[in-house]
């Protein structure tokens, strides 16, 4: 993109238009400007977010309510993905890929509505949060089992549409 706007301003110049070049170059540097200061979600905001969907991946599973556990294994994907493009230069962000086994095994669980593969791929995908965040000296950090809904207002028992 930046390729762009430096070559455009070039062949401006070739047609001799210098006050269209410095139009378009207020442009480039307002745009280079905002962009600068535009939000950009914290790495622990992700996280945090990605423990909230763990939660409620835990209760979707224990109660076998697999649409929702698809759906939170999403988010939980998306998440991921996220941080790997607006957290990319973190450090912490190289060991993410860690996490795709355990996920990967938690998706054949859910979707063989297996809830003992599920438990167990579960408390790996726990341990390899724990494992990664000692990892990345965040060890002070420990994810849990959750032994109680994140929301009181959202039912994780099975509904029929």
């Not at 535009?38 to 109660?63: D, R, T, V």
């Not at 669980?109 to 167990?120: C, E, G, S, T, Y």
């Not at 724990?130 to 060890?139: A, D, P, Q, Y």
Request: glycine share 4%; hydrophobic share 40%; proline share 4%.
């Amino acid at each position: 993109m930046k390729k762009i706007f430096l070559i455009l301003p070039l062949l401006l110049a070739a047609c001799g238009d210098s006050a269209k070049i410095h139009q378009l170059q207020e442009q480039i540097d307002n745009l280079e400007v905002q962009s600068a200061n535009s939000y950009k979600p914290g790495f622990g905001e992700f996280m945090s977010g990605i423990q909230i969907h763990h939660a409620k991946l835990w209760f979707a599973g224990k109660n076998r309510n697999w649409d929702l556990a698809r759906f939170e294994l999403g988010e939980i994907g998306e998440t991921v993905d996220a941080i790997q493009k607006y957290q990319k230069e973190r450090k912490e962000s190289e060991s993410l890929p860690l996490l795709a086994p355990a996920l990967d095994t938690l998706r054949t669980a859910v979707d063989r509505h297996d809830v003992n593969l599920f438990v167990k791929s579960f408390t790996a995908l726990t341990n390899t949060c724990n494992s990664c965040h000692r990892s990345v000296k965040f060890g002070f950090n420990v994810v849990t089992i959750p032994s109680s809904p994140p929301f009181s207002n959202q039912d994780f028992s099975v509904r029929n549409n």
